[in-house]
């Protein structure tokens, strides 16, 4: 059987909106590329449904907010991010609909990306293994938002509030796909995706009791690598790539 090459990603872009539901998922799947990618000189701002506030049962969310918060900011700065913005919907329990798209809607109008940056929306990771009820809303108001942020007369009060359409997004990339299309050679930005995740070390610890770093270096790599072997057998984060 011959197995489906990777395309490399589109290049001839400037700036990019992440969009995703909680600290760590883009340092879980794409900041190898990322950092790739500012080192290139081109934009990246990420916008985060939650702080991550009901992701650790040992840290009370009104504790775990800000710290988780802070972790995703420094880790934003490991790989050339300086801007990093939260929509303060609830952690555990974001819901797909309008009032969600309306704020990624007015996120990308704020930002005028080309390309738009998000992660698994589908029910699973592929097989069994279930995705998370945010990141599927997430996924999938980004997905959505992407048109809604070219139509004025979709929410129009962010007309009113100064934020005028936005029909330049070319792509939605979506990390964490079980059908992925494209791929970026990770081999770059490797070792700020393992200090990138390191940031969230409140996290890791209560996620493995193994070494932090041994268990970033491992996670990372062995996807790097597997995607590779559809990539020229080069280190890769992979991406479904819709166009618009």
Do not use: K
């Not at 599927?136 to 992407?146: E, H, P, Q, S």
């Not at 790097?224 to 984060?237: H, L, S, Y």
């Amino acid at each position: 059987m011959t197995t489906t090459q990777l395309q490399p990603m589109p290049d001839d872009w400037r700036r990019a909106l992440a969009v995703v539901a909680h600290p760590d998922d883009l340092e879980y799947g794409c900041s190898a590329a990322i950092a790739a990618w500012t080192d290139e000189g081109r934009e990246v701002v990420y916008v985060l449904a939650t702080r991550g506030e009901a992701g650790i049962d040992t840290i009370e969310p009104e504790r775990c907010g800000p710290l988780r918060e802070r972790e995703q900011r420094a880790s934003a700065a490991v790989v050339g991010v300086s801007e990093v913005e939260f929509l303060d919907h609830e952690d555990g329990v974001v819901e797909y609909g309008t009032a969600l798209r309306r704020d990624i809607a007015a996120a990308i109008r704020r930002h005028r990306p080309e390309l738009v940056i998000t992660l698994n929306h589908r029910d699973t990771w592929g097989g069994v293994a279930w995705n998370t009820p945010d990141h599927v809303a997430v996924g999938r108001a980004t997905l959505d938002a992407a048109g809604d942020a070219g139509n004025r007369w979709i929410f129009p009060e962010l007309v009113e509030q100064g934020l005028d359409p936005w029909d330049g997004v070319r792509w939605v990339a979506v990390a964490g796909s079980s059908t992925p299309t494209h791929a970026v050679d990770a081999t770059p930005g490797m070792e700020r995706a393992v200090a990138s995740l390191l940031e969230h070390r409140s996290y890791i610890e209560v996620l493995t009791s193994e070494d932090p770093e041994t268990y970033v270096r491992g996670f990372l790599a062995q996807h790097a690598e597997r995607t590779g072997e559809r990539f020229g057998d080069r280190p890769a984060v992979a991406f479904e790539l819709f166009s618009r």
